[in-house]
């Protein structure tokens, strides 16, 4: 699989990285890369990420590379290989999932602690109403399951009352999350929230720092924004997680935007130039040309593919 002609996988890496959708190219230089202290190790999860399913490599300067996979909470394998190039293969091929790609590679299966944690079911009060928080988180789609069980978490706490343990809210997580997945398997196409990727992207590159997903609320994404921003940017468009939510309970879409200079003049044209783009990448806007006035997406069918 790719995501916009990269391999449809997040690599991890020991130096603090997180890169989606890497191409071949990309992936085998890493491979190529890793060695020196604190650049020893790559992580790698497809797209969507599914729960205990991961690749890994291990490399130390003059020592093989340790390569693992897991398929499964129960099984776990491992290799050594010489040759980065032959490690680049597995991992490119595992990335695809490409058929026969750990064929031609001796594995053995890694010993550990199989035994499932006797986790209790939550009430069903409890689940209910983490489970309409959680469904709501993945709707909007920018969490990975790490932060929706943090959320899970801590949803219903009240003082030292934590109703959902670490364990109930990652199993609870995880079966809402696979849902999702297949859910988003039916779906054909390019989704809205592709297209607004893509006029973000368009926006990035021409002078307007375009942030999705951006803090908690505007006053928080009004102050931070001057900080993304690039050398030459001139405006900033962006929507906040309020947004998000309320796009993704199918009310459409707010965009903020401005001129860095705090003129109306640039305000507006950032705003005629925002609408230009994503009328471009296929999407209704209403806006009356007022820079006082925020941008709304509308009508939106928000099914933002999960990454993880």
Known sequence: MEIDGGLAAKVMTEYGETLTGVSERELRELV???GESGDRWLVIQRVPDLPDVFAQVWHQSGGAYEVEHRTSRTAFFRTELTDPAAVADVLVGWAREENGWDRGVSWAPIDFDTEQEDVPELP???????????RELLRCGYDDR?????????????????????????????????????????????????????????????????????????????AEIAAERAEGDRGFVYFHSQCTESAAAGHGLT?????????????????????????????????????????DVTPLNWRKRLVG
């Open 255 to 295: 965009l903020l935007y401005g001129g860095f200079d705090g003129s109306t003049a640039t305000t507006a044209d950032v705003g005629r130039e925002v609408v230009a783009a994503l009328d471009s990448a296929g999407l209704s806007t209403q806006w009356d040309g007022d820079p006082s006035r925020a941008i």
């Open 32 to 34: 190529h890369r890793i």
């Open 124 to 134: 069903d009060e409890v689940r209910t109403d983490v489970e309409t928080r959680v």
């Open 146 to 222: 790490r932060r929706l069980t943090e959320d899970a978490e801590e949803w219903l706490v009240d003082g030292d009352d934590r109703p959902v343990s670490p364990a109930q809210a990652r199993l609870l997580v995880d079966r809402l999350w696979l849902e999702r997945v297949a859910e988003q398997r039916t779906w054909e196409g390019t989704t809205d929230p592709e297209r607004i990727a893509l006029a973000f992207k368009a926006l990035n590159s021409t002078g307007i720092t375009a942030r999705e997903n951006f803090t908690c609320c505007r006053t928080c994404g009004t």
